[in-house]
């Protein structure tokens, strides 16, 4: 079980995304008002925030949203876990497509502090059913990837 810290959007990509407190998701599309919502298997970004936590201890000033993350969580190690498990948050159901991602410029946060987390720490995911999620909601792991 976790706990969501921020729900952050941004309406360009390549932005960093801002903390809204309370966000729409929409099955099969993503986050309303976020430009990454699409029909792509990369709809929500997720990020723990024990990872931020740690990324911060080195000295870094990052705000929720500064890696991209759509969902900063604590209580979950993300990239543990195998592409395909689901999350329900309220009424929202997420599935877990991608662990990581490459990087094909360095981002603002990279040359701040010479590392990005994102690419080994954050997964991605796609909404199987829409709801609100709201800074404070409990996230909850249904099943891991790869069970039956």
Known sequence: MGRVAAVCISEKKGTQKQ????????????????????????????LSLDRVEEFR??????????????LLVDGF???TLPVGSRFRCGQVELEM????????AHCAIYHQVGD?????EGVFAR???????????????LKEGGET
């Open 127 to 141: 909404v199987l059913h829409g709801g609100t999620i709201s800074v404070g909601d409990e996230l909850i792991l």
């Open 57 to 70: 201890a080195r000295g870094a000033q990052v705000e929720a949203g500064a890696f991209g993350e759509n």
């Open 97 to 104: 497509t991608q662990v990581g991602k490459q990087c094909h």
């Open 19 to 46: 903390d809204v407190g309370r966000a729409e998701f929409v099955a099969d599309w993503g986050i309303r008002g976020d430009a990454h919502a699409g029909k792509w298997h990369r709809q929500v970004s997720l």
């Open 77 to 79: 190690d993300f990239k």
């Open 116 to 120: 990005c987390i994102m690419p080994r």
